[in-house]
């Protein structure tokens, strides 16, 4: 006989890497931000790295099934639901910010916000520097774990969908 799978939350941190990020998912109660921002105060990833940031899933969750030989098969969990990032800090800036400056060291940065269509952008100082894409599901989560700064905010909206007409 086999149970009914269960519900699952989990919290994956992200934190700088050379290529790609490093993550680390632990198992928590509920989408809490507060208990996430204590949680990622304990994770060190390579060179110590620490997050800049972090998501939530909700993953199906079954227990092993019998194989028909005797043994059993685990059953992946399945995922569900997932939050936006929540960035532990930052700064944001649009890409009207960066071409404003004009500073030769961030022609790459111009360069990629403006190819791939970028408007907005946040810059997170935790230990290393790491600049990400500002979606419109993410957010900014205070050391308190209360949310700030919202992607889907109705300025961000606009600013996005002016963004995106100028570039037809």
């Not at 105060?41 to 969750?61: H, M, S, V």
């Not at 997932?82 to 004009?102: C, I």
Request: proline content about 7%; hydrophobic content about 30%.
């Amino acid at each position: 006989m086999t149970t009914k799978p269960t519900r699952k939350h989990f919290v994956t941190f992200e934190s700088p890497g050379t290529f790609v990020h490093e993550t680390t998912t632990k198992p928590i109660e509920s989408w809490d931000p507060k208990l996430a921002v204590e949680m990622a105060e304990q994770i060190k990833e390579r060179y110590n790295a620490t997050p800049f940031g972090f998501y939530f899933t909700t993953a199906l969750c079954a227990e092993p099934v019998p194989d028909g030989e005797g043994g059993a098969l685990n059953v992946e969990p399945k995922q569900v639901a997932k939050s936006g990032r929540h960035f532990l800090g930052g700064t944001l800036e649009t890409v009207d910010d960066v071409r404003a400056r004009r500073d030769p060291k961030e022609t790459i940065l111009l360069s990629n916000m403006e190819g791939n269509r970028t408007p907005i952008i946040i810059t997170v100082i935790r230990g290393y520097k790491s600049t990400h894409v500002f979606g419109e599901s993410d957010c900014i989560v205070g050391p308190d774990g209360k949310i700030g700064a919202r992607g889907d905010d109705s300025k961000h909206v606009k600013y996005r969908e002016r963004k995106a007409a100028e570039s037809k």
